[in-house]
RNA sequence: GUGAGUGUAGCUCAACGGUUAGAGCGCUGGACUGUGGCUCCAGGUGUUGGGGGUUCGAGUCCCCUCACUCACCCCA
């Protein structure tokens, strides 16, 4: 083979593209339900807006960034998430002169340099959802029930919701103070990335997944006995909005959130059959982002939900709808393959989906054709046909078949689908 | 970036180091010459991922390389 997709980006084709749609027709249903509109962000930005709200150190800008530099000496970047760009377009535009909340969803591919496994690509589209302007918990919590809405439509089960609040500027440093307090007598029983985690992102030691690392963080504090008492109201009335609306979640203290401008809420979607990367949406605060990037102070809230996750979930949960022809014209000679053209034509002027036969099949070979289609209807024009000016009709479901003349195919056809 | 596993027909997979690398599915045609699904018959395809080595002989063993898969790191 001389040429193949690079690594990690998938071609997206039939029948798996139909689930795609299918999720996308779930997006745009339970979203509008919700108020957020579309937005569409450009795919390259600016190289330093992923730096200055993912963050610099993290994994994702140090080594998983698509940046290049334009012909004229930009720093441009294929984006890794879709929150910065969503932001930057949310000041640029001056969306914050509107009155809010300002809701918007995008939907469309990231790019992340990593080894692809499973539910991991270097091309992956996700869903995101941002909503702008308002500091009231009731907005985290419509936002958690609007992903647990769109998994329901879906179909999806045993997904579990894990929430957490990792607190604000004020009360976030006064935790990291007391965890790199506790931890600092227990560096040396550490696996190897956890000792580096201390110096880097001691968070990140809370989910480690070493045996070792786990027992010596179960005393560890927890970040909400610090929460500030702002923080700890927010939360609060967080979680009690949660249990208003039926949804069950579980407060996981260890959650952190690999980028840099999360506040207050986090949280996350998992589900267990999807491997090691068991996250199908993710997602938190991030209320000091929009002003670090010159708008005006404005608390935000957002998730991203991984389209290739939620595809996957869906494939090995059995969903295999095939869309199928309502009709196939079957012709026998050349007067009846052109009445058939015709007839085709004009149904499909209508919106009927119709397929013909071709390259003079036997009967056989088309009727065949027609069920591995899984058409509703086979119309049949032969010579017979033609003389008498009536033409067969068959349904392959229930075999039943009948004769209707040329001019009642419209109506026979058309009524049903009108 | 680190580690492990797998590469054979369009797909899923067989083949103790030993003849001409097979089967199922799918596809096309026929039996049924104008009626699909079931059955039967017929038909075609391979640089065994690529390169090198060991051997009388390599799909099989060894080395290199590439790709894929899974896991770590990290994350949707």
């Known amino acids: 083979m001389k040429y193949t997709a690079l690594k990690g980006v998938h071609d997206i084709l039939p029948p798996d593209i139909f689930i795609w749609q299918k ?16 937005l569409r962000p450009p795919i390259i930005e600016a190289t330093e807006i992923f730096i200055r709200s993912i963050g610099e150190t993290t994994d994702i800008v140090e080594k998983e960034m698509y940046t290049f530099t334009d012909k004229a000496g930009r720093h441009i970047t294929l984006r890794p998430e879709g929150t910065a760009p969503a932001v930057r377009c949310y000041i640029e535009n001056h969306l914050y002169t509107l009155p809010p909340p300002q809701k918007f969803f995008y939907y469309g591919p990231m790019f992340r340099y990593e080894r692809p496994q499973a539910g ?7 869903i995101g959802a941002e909503a702008f302007g308002v500091e009231d918990p009731k907005i985290d919590s419509e936002i958690i029930s609007m992903l647990k809405l769109f998994f329901e439509r879906l179909g999806l089960k045993n997904l579990n919701f894990e929430v957490n609040s990792i607190g604000c500027e004020k009360c976030r440093p006064d935790y990291k103070k007391a965890l790199l307090n506790f931890f600092s007598d227990k560096i040396n029983g550490f696996c190897p990335d956890c000792k580096r985690r201390f110096e880097q992102n001691p968070l990140r030691i809370l989910d480690c997944k070493v045996d070792e690392c786990i027992q010596l963080r179960q005393r ?40 840099d401008y999360y506040t207050r809420t986090t949280f996350e979607v998992t589900c267990e059959h999807l ?32 389209m290739e996750r939620i595809t996957s979930l869906l494939k090995s949960s059995g969903n295999r709808e095939i869309p199928a022809p309502a ?44 069920d591995r289609l899984s058409a509703e209807y086979v119309l049949i024009i032969g010579d017979d046909e033609i003389n008498s000016g009536k033409l067969k009709w068959k349904r392959l479901s229930d075999r039943t078949q009948g004769e209707i003349s040329f001019n009642e195919v419209y109506n026979f056809f058309i009524a049903p689908y009108l």
């Open 23 to 38: 999720v996308e027709k779930a997006v745009k249903d339970i979203f509008s339900a919700y108020g957020f509109q579309e």
């Open 120 to 126: 991991r690509f270097r091309q992956f589209f996700q």
């Open 220 to 259: 560890a504090p927890r970040v909400t006995e610090f929460l500030c008492s702002n923080c700890r109201k927010h939360f609060d009335t967080f979680l009690s909005f949660l249990k208003l609306l039926n949804i069950p979640y579980v407060i996981n203290p260890n959650m952190v959130r690999g980028l």
């Open 275 to 306: 491997g090691s990367q068991n996250a199908v949406a993710a997602g938190g605060r991030y209320d000091k982002l929009v002003e670090d990037f010159g708008g005006p102070p404005t608390p935000a809230i957002g998730f991203a939900a991984g």
């Open 327 to 370: 009709v196939f014209i079957a012709t026998i000679g050349s007067p009846a393959e052109k009445e058939g053209l015709v007839i085709a034509s004009t149904l499909r002027g209508k919106g009927i989906w119709v397929e013909v036969g071709y390259s003079g099949h036997s009967l056989k070979s088309q009727m065949r054709k027609a």
